[in-house]
């Protein structure tokens, strides 16, 4: 059973700090998603990572993949309050361990980030 | 601005009573999900389709939800009847294939009394 574990499931920072959330998964995978979900709205999606050592940039949010190390990064450099939200990481759920796809995910639990000034 | 809707985003009901919420997604894309969000379980996943067929509907309680794609731009997921452990917000999600980042409706925010 494919399990996603992301840590910390709640951050609490200051505005200007960077930090970095971890997303760790239990079984071959490479592919690897990234959403923000405001709080009362939809999930929105940041980063899709396709491949081992892919790094993707976005503003203030840099999301990266390991596929060896069955582990994902979301750093948040010098952190604002809009970037204030949930993040979710999701795992694709390959057929067999040696990749392809069943076309679904299997969500992190979250970690709620808040700003403050 | 192509966009994942749903109806209705709200919906209160009481106990026993058949709730349907559709979805309608992304023109062109030929994959469509269904999850419900809750505090205690987080993300789920129910059931999810590629060109109308349904392809994993493992996650939903059998005896009393349905899920169906009547056509290519319309799903539907159906509670009956429904139960107070069913509120929830229920997300529909569409892609343009299996292996293809998902857009993700509003949501609709069930409440069963």
């Known amino acids: 059973e494919l399990k996603v574990e992301q840590n910390p499931l709640f951050l609490s920072m200051q505005e200007g700090k960077n930090y970095t959330i971890y997303c760790n998964y239990s079984t071959t995978s490479d592919r690897l998603y990234w959403y923000r979900q405001d709080p009362g709205k939809s999930l929105e999606s940041l980063f899709v990572?396709?491949?081992?050592?892919a790094v993707k940039q976005e503003g203030r949010l840099m999301a990266s993949l390991d596929t060896k190390a069955r582990l994902s990064t979301l750093h948040i450099t010098a952190a604002v309050h809009d970037l204030s939200a949930t993040y979710f990481c999701?795992?694709?759920?390959?057929?067999?361990?040696?990749?392809?796809?069943?076309?679904?995910?299997?969500f992190g639990k979250g970690t709620k980030l808040s700003v403050k000034p | 601005d192509a966009r994942v809707t749903q109806t209705p985003r709200d919906k209160v009901t009481e106990m026993g009573q058949e709730v349907t919420m559709r979805c309608q997604p992304i023109l062109g894309h030929n994959t469509v999900f269904w999850y419900r969000q809750t505090m205690m379980q987080g993300l789920e996943l129910l059931a999810y389709f590629r060109n109308r067929a349904p392809l994993d509907d493992s996650g939903m309680p059998k005896d009393r939800f349905s899920a169906e794609m009547p056509d290519a731009t319309l799903a539907t997921l159906k509670i009956q009847p429904s139960e107070p452990r069913d509120s929830a917000v229920y997300f529909c999600a569409s892609a343009r294939g299996i292996t293809y980042e998902q857009y993700f409706g509003p949501g609709t925010r069930l409440t069963v009394t």
């Open positions: 990572l396709l491949s081992n050592g």
């Open positions: 999701a795992v694709d759920i390959p057929y067999t361990n040696y990749g392809g796809s069943q076309g679904n995910l299997i």
